[in-house]
């Protein structure tokens, strides 16, 4: 059953559903998916305090103060980060204090350390302009009650800060997706193998694994079988555990593509068996027991885009991600693209600012089974059905990749 990309990534779009919450200890949270709403139970700063190394003081005091008319006040305390003051400021009087010390009762501003002279227990102000700024008042950037991050937010370096601030040593994220890979084919040996003739190593597994990877996703690696339908059976039994199985290899309708017999023996219902787009036209996908099987095409290049379209979406959504999609601007051809398309095409592509216009060229090396085109793409070029070839000049639609 072959069907267009959209129906394709619709249907399983609709069969996957997010993966359950776990506790995870933060400093290990990085890029995973926040699964609940951190709401402070406090507020942030907890106190007032002070933002710079300097003296605190009565504000209006020291306003008029100059290099050539400073005002004098004399030190009662010194309030060092972590400690509290033991005095409270009056008139004529100041305390040293540390960044992020408490503001002593009765000050209303504080002086930079480099704006004072002092001797002994005296303290010159040289300058007394903007005193009554240089305090961060309690709560001024967290309220109590306030929600700060939200669920589906992905923890960057910034959000780990901010738990941490609110004191989440171990917050909720959605657990990861676990994805089986399978390589298929009798050609296909283990990386490390000595080259034989007629062999090529497994690079479609580790391929994934990236994609699998920046989708969210945990890859489990199974290796490579035979063109052997209860082999590559055996192998994804063995993975019960996985919530996503895909295979690379088998998916078309040579003798020995073998992966829609390998569905039948394992009941697993077939969803469709063709989708229409280049590269990647082959794609099998099925269902059993609420768990997905894709059967990707084995040459790299067709793998890799049927993956990108297909399996990364529904990998996020599983991952808790609220946007599944990867941006989508316009940019202007930079070379010309000679082939005519039938189905919608993805090309391969480097993308760049030019002035005011984003220009972009199609990669050179664009054949199913050529990786190399991939290795410096930041982008994808879509064609749309039934287009002729296109001139520099052309204005077309792209989707940004990571490193865009």
Same mark, same amino acid.
């Given at each position: ?15 996957? =559903? @997010?993966? %359950? ?16 709403? @951190? ?11 002070? %933002? ?8 209006? +005091?020291?306003?008029? #103060? ?25 008139? &004529? ?7 992020? $010390?408490?503001? %002593?009762? &009765? ?6 350390? +480099?704006?004072?002279? @002092? *001797?002994?227990?005296?303290?010159? /102000? ?25 669920? &589906?937010?992905? /923890?960057? #370096? ?5 738990? $941490? ?7 909720? @994220? ?7 890979? /399978? ?10 193998? %000595? ?6 190593? *497994? ?11 920046? #989708? ?7 290796? *490579? ?13 063995? #993975? ?6 895909? =295979? ?37 996908? &099925?269902?059993? *027991? ?41 940019? /202007? ?63 077309? +639609? ?7």
């Amino acid at each position: 059953m072959s069907v267009k990309l959209e129906i394709a990534q619709e249907i399983l779009l609709n069969l996957v =559903t @997010v993966m %359950p919450k776990e506790r995870v200890a933060l400093h290990e949270c990085w890029q995973r998916i926040l699964g609940e709403t @951190v709401t402070s139970d406090m507020d942030f700063p907890p106190f007032n305090r002070s %933002p710079l190394d300097g003296y605190a003081m009565i504000a209006e +005091e020291v306003t008029t #103060a100059t290099p050539e008319n400073p005002v004098m006040l004399k030190q009662i305390d010194y309030i060092p980060a972590g400690g509290n003051p033991s005095k409270t400021i009056s008139a &004529g009087t100041t305390s040293r204090i540390m960044t992020g $010390a408490p503001i %002593p009762l &009765g000050a209303t501003g504080v002086i930079r350390l +480099e704006d004072t002279l @002092v *001797n002994g227990d005296s303290v010159s /102000i040289l300058d007394g302009r903007g005193a009554e700024k240089n305090i961060c008042l309690q709560g001024d950037e967290i309220f109590q009650g306030e929600e700060v991050v939200a669920q &589906g937010t992905i /923890i960057n #370096a910034g959000v780990m800060g901010m738990l $941490a601030v609110l004191g989440k040593s171990q917050p909720y @994220v959605f657990r990861k997706p676990r994805v089986a890979l /399978i390589a298929t084919g009798s050609e296909i040996i283990p990386i490390d193998f %000595p080259l034989a003739p007629g062999k090529i190593r *497994n690079s479609n597994s580790y391929m994934l694994c990236a994609q699998v990877a920046e #989708a969210g996703g945990q890859a489990v690696f199974l290796g *490579n079988a035979s063109d052997n339908i209860d082999e590559i059976a055996h192998l994804l039994e063995s #993975a019960s555990d996985c919530d996503v199985f895909i =295979t690379t290899g088998g998916a078309s309708v040579g003798d020995y593509d073998l992966i829609g017999e390998v569905y039948k023996k394992l009941g697993v219902t077939l969803l469709f068996d063709r989708v229409s787009m280049k590269p990647g036209m082959p794609v099998l996908a &099925g269902v059993r *027991n609420g768990k997905l099987f894709l059967g990707l095409s084995g040459n790299p290049a067709a793998a890799a885009i049927s993956f990108e379209q297909l399996g990364r979406p529904m990998l996020m959504k599983m991952a808790g991600r609220k946007v599944w999609w990867r941006p989508r601007i316009k940019g /202007i051809l930079a070379s010309p693209f000679k082939k005519k398309t039938g189905d919608k095409r993805f090309v391969w592509a480097r993308c760049w600012q030019a002035d005011t216009d984003i220009l972009v060229e199609p990669s050179r090396a664009q054949g199913n089974g050529m990786l190399k085109s991939a290795m410096a793409a930041n982008a994808l070029i879509v064609i749309p059905e039934n287009s002729p070839p296109l001139k520099v000049g052309t204005e077309v +639609e792209i989707i940004l990749l990571a490193d865009a």
